[in-house]
């Protein structure tokens, strides 16, 4: 059945990509129609006759409107048109700034050289300068069906910062004890870059995230209730980081330095030279890192024959450096069809370098304490490649597009270990107090490797005035291979993920919709007897309803999937802490989950505030847990599948404009959930009322500097086995503009109170865990960031109603 289920899989998989590419090749052919005649002229501003370096020229056929071929002018102004056929014309030029201008009729004779005898002339549109104006000052804050979208481009942390740093400044987001970014106080969450998955392939997405600056990000979107557009996997929601788009004509870039505190440095360029058609673009980044990874330990074990308590100080450097360089470029091929290539190289290393005392007391003897102490140096060498290439292609229809894009990723990793193991055993004898220390060498050594490859194809097709059809496939396929030393020890994990979706949406006077059914195909296997393959349904529905232009109601509901990943079913263990293992199983099952969202959003002059009711009800959910093994009496932390998980929050989001130098945003939320284990566990049912907050302030003092500060406070929240305790933590981020704002001079001081501790209790009848995690949080960096080449356009309007000067940013 399965073997059946294939075929026709395949089969369907090449008949979409056939139906794909042939509509592009007949409208490309359309659009390119060959002839021996050809159109020539000049495109000049109207008030100083200076010539518009890649003004757009469209020509079209009278009788139908459709676009024939289309050009771009160059530095002298001019443009020419080749290979038209006899026929009657029109042309259309466009102009960021300018009206746009179209012309009047025409006709070509076969083999005619026409030669347009007075350059167009084309006025400044004030129009659109207010539009564009307006764009760069844009709110915080903005809410769109189905998503929140913040602009964090003009954040102060943003110049100086990690994409991490400026995430967690945000609503609603925060950063876990490993530093992953965090929804709703969920690690099940899916990040994309520019709305794919293949801008994090093959990485640990907070790795990526924390090499990558803030500075190259233009907004992020929020989605809370995931739609049929995007991939199944990911039960806590999506967070898509959307990357400024570099596109300025001649050669620009900017070059950065940070130096931090604790032996923190790292530095970058990144630059584009557009010329013609095409655009060249590129990148290195360097970084040399070292924190604090530090945690303590209290463990009490009480079984039938063994009541002891465990005190472990774990003293731990966590050094990462690494290289990263990246090379492309778009190529426009006319102005329906662009393509773009690049390949990255990432080259990182880390490091970690830890001392962990153990002091083990039997408590129902009166033995002396066993003290023990181990060194690890752990060793990770990783090469990595990752090659992009994508195709957009614009119909004639406005708004109609296919878009193609392909991923590659091969990496490998060796990874090594080297451990001295000290142990002091009380040697008194007859009253003489001696000791002797025991010292015991190991090592462990093994390579991972990881090949990822990624096909997406979307296409978007308007319907009437305000309705549209989307539809597309994906295909993920992820191979994973640890090789350890020995055939019974290795292990080899393989992915492979089917994905086709269509939607459509629309908008009826006040009300919107937006309605999706996606269809997912998922086979995962591995080489220690684990094998699922299921075809699931998910479908997504999105509701508005807008009272006015400032109060708007939203409804939202889908269905997702979590499936086990390789880090789960990996029985490998590391030796670095033996007393705190991590241990894969090989009997989990994929979950799913169920979201609900309503939501009121409204706009006053200078406020703006949302309200939410979000529920999620996850059945069969995979969830780590702790216990003792009866062996050792060492803990594992482990995966299984729970019966339920229900959660449920109200939260209120707001924005205001105090005065025009001081904007504050705020969130709150009360939370509710409950897990239910289910058979099988030695714990049971929990559940806990929970409260999480975060207050922003940005302050911009135009002549000196811009402020932002931010404070978050969460209560106890609950976990399978017991609770983190609450925390709390201030951040600062300060920037200034020097050098005539060619550079940025950016200052940010992370937990300037030291106050940001994990500290987590976890319990079942066999022991008692306490833990407090020392993550170095309290950092300060000093950043610098200078910019070259010509990055503005002025345009020297001035309506009639403002002697303002206007400026905008140049494609």
Request: net charge positive; aromatic share 14%; with cysteine.
């Amino acid at each position: 059945m399965n073997l059946k289920f294939t075929y026709v899989k395949s089969a369907l998989i090449i008949i979409l990509i056939c139906i794909f590419t042939s509509h592009v090749a007949f409208s490309i052919n359309q659009s390119v129609e060959k002839g021996s005649s050809s159109l020539k002229g000049q495109i000049v501003a109207n008030q100083s006759n200076k010539p518009l370096e890649f003004a757009t020229i469209s020509i079209y056929t009278t009788n139908n409107s459709k676009l024939v071929k289309g050009t771009i002018t160059n530095k002298k102004g001019d443009f020419l048109l080749e290979q038209l056929s006899a026929g009657s014309y029109y042309f259309k030029v466009e102009y960021m700034g300018y009206t746009t201008y179209n012309s009047n009729q025409f006709d070509i004779k076969n083999g005619e050289r026409k030669i347009l005898t007075n350059p167009v002339k084309l006025g400044i549109d004030t129009k659109t300068i207010s539009e564009v104006k307006v764009e760069g000052n844009r709110e915080f804050s903005k809410v769109e069906l189905g998503k929140t979208v913040y602009n964090v481009s003009k954040s102060p942390v943003a110049d100086g910062g990690t994409i991490n740093e400026v995430l967690n400044t945000l609503p609603r987001l925060s950063v876990d004890a490993e530093g992953a970014i965090q929804f709703r106080g969920s690690s099940d969450v899916k990040i994309l870059i520019d709305g794919k998955i293949s801008g994090l392939l093959g990485m640990n997405p907070a790795e990526v995230l924390n090499s990558m600056s803030a500075h190259d990000v233009d907004r992020v979107e929020v989605i809370s209730t995931s739609s049929a557009r995007y991939d199944a996997t990911g039960a806590g929601g999506i967070i898509n980081i959307i990357m400024k788009k570099d596109r300025v004509k001649g050669f620009n870039g900017s070059v950065a330095a940070t130096v931090g505190t604790k032996d923190k440095k790292s530095g970058g360029f990144s630059g584009n030279y557009r010329t013609g058609k095409v655009n060249f673009f590129g990148s290195y980044n360097y970084k040399d890192d070292w924190a604090g990874r530090d945690y303590k330990v209290q463990r009490e074990i009480k079984k039938e024959d063994v009541h002891t308590l465990l005190l472990e100080n774990a003293d731990v450097d966590f050094g990462n450096r690494y290289h990263i360089g990246k090379l492309g470029l778009d190529y426009l091929i006319n102005d329906n069809n662009t393509l773009t290539f690049s390949t990255k190289y990432q080259d990182v290393l880390q490091n970690w370098n830890g001392r962990y005392d153990y002091t083990r007391t039997n408590i129902v003897s009166s033995a002396m304490p066993t003290v023990d102490y181990r060194l690890s140096a752990v060793d990770l060498d990783l090469q990595s490649w990752v090659y992009n290439a994508s195709f957009m292609h614009k119909f004639a229809k406005k708004g109609e597009t296919l878009s193609i894009d392909l991923a590659y990723t091969d990496n490998a990793a060796d990874n090594s270990g080297n451990y001295w193991e000290h142990s002091y055993r009380d040697l008194s004898i007859e009253g003489i107090i001696a000791s002797e220390v025991v010292t015991k060498v190991s090592s462990d050594f093994y390579k991972t490797a990881r090949k990822e490859a990624v096909a997406q194809v979307d296409y978007v097709l308007p319907v009437g005035d305000k309705g549209k059809f989307e539809t597309g496939y994906l295909y993920r396929n992820n191979e994973i291979d640890y090789k350890v030393g020995s055939l019974a020890d290795d292990f080899n994990y393989e992915e492979n993920i089917h994905g086709l979706y269509a939607m459509y949406s629309g908008s009826k006077g006040k009300f919107a919709y937006e309605l999706g059914l996606r269809a997912e195909y998922s086979d995962i296997n591995t080489n220690k007897e684990f094998k699922d393959d299921y075809l699931d349904l998910f479908p997504s529905v999105h509701l508005s309803y807008k009272f006015s232009d400032k109060k708007q109601w939203q409804l939202a509901y889908s269905r997702m999937i979590y499936r086990p990943n390789s880090g789960m079913l990996n029985p490998f263990q590391n030796l670095r802490d033996p007393e705190n293992q991590r241990l894969g199983a090989q009997d989990i099952e994929a979950y799913y989950n169920h979201n609900i969202e309503m939501s009121m959003a409204f706009d006053k002059e200078k406020a703006s505030y949302k309200t939410t009711l979000y529920v999620n009800y996850q059945k069969n959910l995979i969830n780590q847990y702790r216990f003792i093994e009866d062996e050792t009496n060492r803990s594992i932390v482990q995966y299984g599948n729970f019966d339920s998980k229900f959660f449920s929050v109200l939260e209120f989001e707001g924005s205001t404009k105090l005065n025009k130098w001081w904007s504050l945003s705020g969130y709150v939320a009360g939370i509710y959930e409950e897990t239910k284990p289910g058979e099988g566990y030695k714990f049971g049912t929990r559940d806990m009322w929970e409260i999480t907050g975060k207050v922003t302030s940005v302050m911009n003092f135009k002549k000196w500097f811009k402020l932002q500060a931010s404070f978050r406070y969460q209560s106890e929240i609950l976990v399978a086995q017991g609770k983190y305790q609450n925390l709390y933590y201030i951040d600062l981020g300060l920037s200034r503009k020097v050098l005539k704002g060619r550079g940025r001079l950016s200052f940010t001081a992370n937990d300037i109170f030291n106050t940001f501790r994990f500290k987590i209790h976890t319990s079942d009848p066999e022991f008692y865990n306490k833990e407090v995690k020392y993550r170095e949080t309290q950092i300060a960096k000093l950043s610098f960031r200078y910019f070259f080449g010509k990055r503005y356009r002025i345009l020297r309007a001035k309506p009639k109603k403002s002697g303002m000067r206007h400026s905008e940013n140049d494609i």
